[in-house]
Nanobody, 129 residues
């Protein structure tokens, strides 16, 4: 059974940092690009970062570029999202998922959430001003 479990969320002041983890079971990270998504109350799910399974290249949406960093540890089957300089607008539930159609992260792939599967339960991030 494939299962992604996110952790590491919490309450932090603006300007602070958090490191999210996504533990993947039943799937090999070398087979799929992995994305981090978020969903704020009343808003649609938004892709924020992606890491390629081919060469670990990364892609970010403009709103988090320079502040967030996605990485992975293949041996541990874990994906990370380091979030720095957090802003109140980063408040959301964060999810990780595998792209079943791609191993790379071409521009625009994060806007196609339907390509992703094995969504976890998410981890809540709340940033206060």
């Amino acid at each position: 059974e494939v299962q992604f479990v996110e952790s590491g969320g919490g309450l932090v002041q603006a300007g602070g940092s958090l490191r999210l983890s996504c533990d993947a079971a039943g799937v090999t990270l070398r087979d799929y690009a992995i994305g981090w998504f978020r969903q704020a109350p009343g808003k649609e799910r938004e892709g924020v970062a992606c890491i390629s399974s081919i060469d670990s290249s990364t892609y970010y949406v403009d709103s988090v570029k320079g502040r967030f960093a996605i990485s992975k540890h293949n041996a541990k089957n874990t994906i990370y999202l380091q979030m720095n300089s957090l802003k109140p607008e980063d408040t959301a539930v964060y999810y990780c998922a595998a792209n079943l159609m791609r191993r790379a992260c071409p521009p625009g792939s994060l806007s196609r959430a339907y390509e992703y599967a094995y969504w976890g339960q998410g981890t809540q991030v709340a940033v206060t001003s």
